[in-house]
């Protein structure tokens, strides 16, 4: 729950754009700071108070308890200029909650966390359990001490900076070392340096239990089991059992205590398992002739603890495979403001940034500190891809950089079908350059539209020519992508020939070269009157419909709109 803790109706008024923003009602405290801040310091998990900074500071400064209980305090300026997270910047969420009520306000969020202001990951912020000095360790890599990196399995992590060394296996402590990170779903001795132990979500308890079974004695179990198998709770990601037992209120009730799913299959599919201890009793009483561990591989975990029980229930642990991350990101058509801010934040959290030269170039100052740079050049898309897949498959978290849209004559196709067993892939959208192009145009693809890509180095061109004859003859307003280039001249003049036997001579016709870049250059013409010689291998050809038309905007300008028939603009 977020409050905000108001006074005049400024403060108020930008309340209400705050949950504009946010896109969910907060908690409202107008009675003022004095009666409101210790008010939403009990009442919430997140409190921005429309009060100067000092003011605020010493209105919650009785208040500090710790830093893993305490809400994390947004403060805002008057003008709403400034948005300044006071405490909990990383435990407590104020940093992430300052940059979103900035990026909505326009305004500047003052972030003075060390890590951040560094450009590195807090190694609490991960989403994973974590323990131990991280105050200690983030100091350490904060001021380029050898840190030691240790992995049980290769779980991915964002980018961390050269001083944090990787350990080999049975390694976790290097010579010279100041302190450790260890990445491990064990639970783990003390050590004679400062160390910080992340728990990531590998771990799967697959349940069975009695009708009735308390959630109190299912507990027992799952950290007794647990426990003996020196295994951290804190990595466990999923409850899993039979769907006769999705409604029992023990395991619903441990499930969200655990802040965890609780997961369930068919017996049928359960019973498919082949499992090292099945029961009669099991069979008898749920269709299955296993709850707990069949249940753990369906999840697709590899059985580690085989079944424990008690007289009221069993409990068998299973363990995820180590996936590392591919995302394929599409920037946009190159300028800064039209990459997603989906786009940006999956590079930032890549240990391993993947593309062709100039576009990982484009994003070099989102990177963080440590992240490797694999770049390649034109024509070695195939290299480009085995590579992020494999560096994926290493256990690493990978973002795969192209222009524009991803899945539009780029990389998110190659990849997918180069195989992409073993890793966890996902695909971010862009603004593809026909979008691009249309908004700087105007708005020539409002009706049906197609885009087509002149090059045949991928495409026969009878197969392209056939395509293109089809969308002259369906009347479809035209992209054209890769419309020339120093070999392939006749190329660009062919579909235009086509396209004049089924369109007016007056049919506009426009070029967009370097889309929403510095170098940017339109050119608009007719069908009749175009002049191929403008066009390159970064440009995009527009072909419109018979309904398409110039016209003028506001201040003169000329925009190409292809109507798009609304029935209530012809009353």
């Not at 131990?132 to 001021?143: N, P």
């Not at 370097?514 to 403008?534: G, H, K, N």
Request: with cysteine.
């Amino acid at each position: 729950m977020i409050g905000q803790v108001t006074g005049g109706a400024a403060s108020r008024a930008r309340a209400d754009q705050i949950d504009a923003i946010l896109g969910e009602t907060t908690r409202r405290y107008p009675e003022g700071a004095v009666q409101g801040l210790p008010r939403a310091w009990a009442e919430c998990d997140l409190v921005v108070s429309h009060l100067a900074l000092g003011a605020t500071t010493r209105i919650i400064a009785p208040l500090l308890e710790s830093k893993s209980t305490d809400p994390g305090v947004v403060v805002i300026d008057e003008a709403g200029q400034f948005v300044v997270p006071l405490v909990g910047g990383h435990g407590g969420g104020a940093n992430d909650l300052a940059r979103a009520i900035a990026a909505g306000l326009g305004a500047t969020a003052v972030v003075t966390t060390a890590t951040d202001a560094a450009g590195l990951p807090g190694l609490d912020t991960l989403g994973w359990a974590c323990s131990g000095d991280v105050a200690g360790v983030t100091r350490a890599i904060l001021d380029g001490e050898p840190v030691a990196l240790a992995r049980s399995q290769p779980w991915p992590i964002p980018a961390l900076p050269s001083n944090v060394v990787v350990a080999g296996p049975g390694d976790a402590s290097p010579p010279n070392c100041v302190g450790i990170v260890l990445v491990t779903d064990r639970t783990t001795a003390g050590s004679t340096l400062p160390t910080v132990v992340l728990n990531p979500p590998s771990l799967v308890a697959g349940l069975g239990c009695n009708r009735g079974t308390t959630a109190a004695s299912l507990r027992e179990l799952l950290h007794r089991t647990l426990a003996d198998a020196r295994l951290a709770p804190g990595s466990l990601a999923a409850i899993t059992t039979v769907d006769a037992k999705a409604d029992e209120p023990g395991l619903v009730e441990l499930a969200a205590g655990l802040g965890v799913p609780l997961v369930t299959y068919p017996a049928g599919v359960l019973a498919g398992f082949d499992v090292p201890n099945p029961s009669d009793h099991a069979q008898a009483a749920v269709g299955t002739p296993s709850v707990a561990e069949a249940s753990v591989l369906a999840r697709g975990a590899t059985l580690v603890v085989p079944k424990q029980r008690t007289p009221e229930a069993t409990c068998a642990i299973g363990r995820l495979p180590a996936r590392g991350k591919l995302t394929v990101i599409g920037l946009g058509p190159g300028s800064r403001d039209l990459t997603t801010p989906r786009a940006q934040q999956a590079i930032r959290a890549a240990s391993i940034v993947v593309g062709y030269r100039p576009y990982v170039a484009q994003v070099k100052d989102l990177l963080r500190p440590g992240t490797r740079i694999a770049s390649t050049p034109m024509g070695k898309e195939e290299e480009r891809t085995a590579a992020a897949i494999q560096f994926a498959r290493e256990g690493n978290n990978v973002a795969l950089v192209c222009s524009g849209d991803p899945a539009i004559y780029a990389m998110a196709s190659p990849t997918l079908e180069q195989g992409t067993d073993g890793i966890d892939v996902d695909i971010v959208p862009g603004v593809t350059a026909s979008l691009a192009a249309s908004a700087i145009l105007g708005a020539p693809l409002g009706h049906d539209h197609a885009t087509i890509s002149l090059s045949d180095l991928h495409t026969d061109w009878e197969t392209i020519l056939r395509r293109l004859r089809a969308a002259a003859e369906a009347d479809l307003v035209t992209v054209l992508y890769n419309p020339r280039s120093r070999t392939r001249l006749h190329h660009l003049p062919d579909a235009l020939a086509i396209f004049s036997e089924h369109r007016p001579a007056k049919t506009p016709v426009a070029v967009v070269e370097e889309a929403d870049r510095p170098e940017q250059r339109i050119t608009l013409s007719t069908i009749a009157d175009f002049d191929v010689d403008v066009v390159n291998m970064n440009s995009l050809v527009v072909v419109g419909s018979s309904t398409t038309r110039y016209l003028t905007a506001g201040a003169g300008r000329t925009v190409m709109v292809t109507p798009r028939d609304y029935h209530w603009m012809n009353r």
